[in-house]
Each structure stands twice: as C-alpha cells, then as structure tokens.
C-alpha cells in the first residue's frame, strides 16, 4: 500500500473482516474479505449488501462560475440540474476520448459535488478551475456506504421517512441513526440501491448500525472486488480496466470514444459546448471496435486478457469476467472487433481458458434496467 495516503474511517472494520486494504485511488481499500466473494454477489442480487466506496474522489465545486466550469467539462446539460437532482456524465480530453466518469450532484444554487472515478476527471477540473470564481474543495471527510439490493430500501425505509418516494439519480439531506447524511440513490450494481454519505466520524456507527439492525433482513458487509462481478452482468465499465490505458493499440495514442464504449448516451441531445465535442461528434462512425458481452460455455470465468478467436483470427480481449453460480452462467465483458458485437456470432476464447462461446447483447442481468429504477 505504498501509494496510499488516503484513509477510510472504516479501516479497522475491514481488517476485521480479513482484507489486506489494497490500494485504489490512493485509499487502502477492502477488494476482498475472508468470506467467498459469490456469497457477497448473491446477497446484493437477492437481498442486499453493504460496501464502503470511499476511496472514490469527492470533490465539491462551489460558486458562480461552478455551473460554467462543469457545463464544458463533462458531457451533460449541467443547467437542467436542480438540487436534489444528479446525473451520470463522462469527461473527455481535447482528442474526444474518454478520460474519466463521474455523478454530479448539485447540491445548491451554485454548489455541486461530484464523485470521481479513477480517471483524470478532477485534475483536469482544477486546472480549469484556475482564475475562476469557483472554490474546488477535496473531501475525505466524507464517507461513502453503498447499501444496495433489493432490501436496501425495505432497511432504509424503518430509519428515514420518505426514502420509498426519492427517485432513481435523487439524493436528499436527512439523519441515519440521529447522525446527518446524505442519501443518493445511486449505486455501481444494476440494483436498487442507495449511498450513504456521512462525515467520517459518523461512519463506523452507521456501518455497524446497518449490519447489526439489518441481519434479519440478510444485509452483510461486502468487499469492493464483488463489483467486478455484478458490473460485468450490468454492463457498467471501470476505468482503466475496459480501456486502452489497459489494452492499447498498437502505434496509437491511447483513448476510447464514446462510441466505442457505448457511452455516447451520457451527451445531453444537441450540446455541443463541451471539452472533445468537435473531435466527438467527428469520430462518429470510426469505431475500431466495441464494447460486448461474452456467454462461455461451462461453469469457469474467464480472465482478464483472455483473448477472443472467430473463424481462426483473433477479434477482441476479454477485459472482466465472472461465473454466476445465481444464474449457472459464466460471463464476460470484452473489446471486440465491431463486425463481431452482434448477438449469437460465435466465439472461442483462448488464454486461461480454452472453451466455446457467443458474443451477447449487454447487459445480462435486468436489461430494461427495471430493478434500479422501480418506485415504492
């Protein structure tokens, strides 16, 4: 953990629970405990789990020009906000490509905080930020729980009134246990789930809190690395993992666009005042390949770097991949040649592994996202 110099609250919590605190985005942060990672994504899938994502970058941007600042830095209409109100939206470089994800939630008239990925989404906004009338505060004093599930909200709903009726990228103000949080309901799973945010010296009495009054509901504590599992029948990506940053090619710059990544629905219709928009739009039907999902035969995942074969010829890397023993399915997502990234085309992947399998249509899981979004 030698790059770490951030540190959850929760640390002792996870040690506990028997993580070695692998470093990621400089926070000593708990990829797995010693319990098996298929119980931690059967529970998120049929009751819920608990998760702390702390080590994901808070930042808030305050005052007149914050609205402007984060208007031509990501690729929704920020305008269209309103407090309570937030959106998932991308970042890209001046060459159009992707350089980070993050929500943005405006919390007042002229206060936003956005939650960074692992991308160089904050930099690039501290840089722009410079002669602006826009304060850029880092926050490590705010925590991030993730409850999420199907009994997140039936938990939620015995401590704070009115959590049934917060719709799915809405977030309100309101007490946990007595102590002040903000909940989002928001979440990297495909399920209906909330984040917590608290100040840091309230985390470890919610933590436990929501462990201790939601063990009959089945609510445990979850390890980071079970995102892997339930991103990849979600279809939601993680960077730098499902980038070029991690699979380049060869004599190119590296950079994914919209297009390739699927990502292109995060532009707000007809904007066209964001970093990368000329570059963006022109790039347009010049994917050098997409993002898919992968069916294998049998009951083993694949591995990351595992490689895809159609007819003889190499066409696409497997960039993250699980079994479901939930669904008896071993699945994957994958960089794959554009010609391949239709359902059914048949497959082999070569590498860990050596088994038959199709090209699927993502996500796996819950495709008119219905779970995530549902009301009462």
């Not at 470890?204 to 939601?214: N, S």
Request: aromatic share 10%; proline share 4%.
């Amino acid at each position: 953990m030698a790059n770490s110099w951030r540190i959850s609250a929760l640390r002792e919590r996870h040690l506990a629970l028997g993580s070695n605190l692998e470093d990621w985005n400089g926070m000593g942060t708990a990829w797995t405990y010693a319990s098996d990672l298929a119980d931690h994504h059967e529970a998120i899938r049929t009751r819920a789990g608990l998760m702390d994502v702390s080590g994901l970058k808070k930042v808030h941007y305050v005052g007149p020009h914050a609205e402007s600042l984060l208007q031509y830095a990501t690729t929704r209409d920020i305008a269209k906000l309103y407090p309570g109100k937030s959106v998932y939206a991308c970042m890209l470089d001046e060459d159009g490509t992707f350089a980070d994800d993050c929500i943005v939630y405006r919390t007042g008239p002229n206060a936003f905080m956005v939650v960074h990925g692992a991308g160089i989404g904050h930099e690039m906004l501290i840089r722009s930020a410079q002669g602006r009338q826009v304060a850029v505060l880092f926050d490590d004093d705010l925590h991030d729980l993730s409850l999420q599930g199907p009994k997140a909200v039936d938990f939620l709903a015995e401590h704070v009134p009115g959590i049934r009726d917060l719709p799915y990228f809405h977030h309100l103000q309101t007490k946990l246990f007595e102590r002040p949080v903000m909940i989002s309901r928001t979440g990297y799973t495909g399920e209906r789930g909330y984040e917590i945010f608290c100040k840091a010296a309230d985390a470890p009495a919610i933590w436990d809190g929501i462990l201790e009054k939601g063990t009959d509901l089945g609510i445990i504590p979850c390890a980071f690395t079970a995102l892997d599992w339930l991103r990849v029948e979600s279809y939601l990506l993680f960077y730098p993992y499902d980038n070029s940053q991690m699979y380049p090619f060869a004599d190119q710059k590296a950079g994914d666009t919209l297009w390739e990544l699927g990502l292109d629905f995060t532009v707000s219709p007809g904007k066209q005042d964001f970093r990368g928009a000329g570059e963006h739009y022109r790039r347009q039907g010049q994917e050098r390949f997409r993002i898919f999902g992968v069916l294998l035969d049998g009951q083993v995942a694949a591995q990351n770097g595992d490689t895809l074969w159609h007819e003889g010829r190499e066409v696409g890397v497997i960039t993250c991949a699980m079994y479901s023993r939930l669904t008896d399915r071993s699945m994957a997502i994958a960089r794959v040649e554009p010609d391949i990234a239709e359902q059914g085309v048949p497959l082999e992947v070569r590498g860990s592994l050596s088994v038959k399998a199709i090209a699927h249509n993502l996500p796996f899981d819950d495709p008119e996202k219905k779970k995530r979004t549902a009301k009462g």
